[in-house]
Nanobody
Framework: QVWFVESGGDDVQPGKSLTLSCETS????????MAWYRQAPGQTRKLIAG???????KYADSVKGRFTISRDSAKATTTLHMNALQPEDTAVYYC????????WGQGTQVTVSA
């Protein structure tokens, strides 16, 4: 079964931190690399962070050094810790496999503004 439920989005001020969480099925978390994507207003959805089954991570330049992706197979969750948030991080955040399946969750909104 393929499904994703994202949570943790909020309205925050620049410089603050936020943690997003993604729940999925055991079948997905135990078989695939996972990733976080985001879609800013008027833009296409983009990959920002990925983590393999072995725990190797990779980040887009725009978030490198500020965001950290992790996974917990026992809880079937993927987490995105976001530090030093900037207004340009404002977007709807989604998790999915990497590469992504055709099924997307509803996402979680992150808004960064003063």
């Amino acid at each position: 079964q393929v499904w994703f439920v994202e949570s943790g989005g909020d309205d925050v001020q620049p410089g603050k931190s936020l943690t997003l969480s993604c729940e999925t099925s055991d079948a997905v978390i135990n078989r695939y690399s996972m990733a976080w994507y985001r879609q800013a207003p008027g833009q296409t959805r983009k990959l920002i962070a990925g983590i393999t089954l072995d725990g190797d991570t990779k980040y887009a330049d725009s978030v490198k050094g500020r965001f950290t992706i992790s996974r917990d197979s026992a809880k079937a969750t993927t987490t995105l810790h976001m530090n030093a948030l900037q207004p340009e991080d404002t977007a709807v955040y989604y998790c999915n496999t990497r590469p992504p399946t055709a099924t997307w969750g509803q996402g979680t909104q992150v808004t960064v503004s003063a």
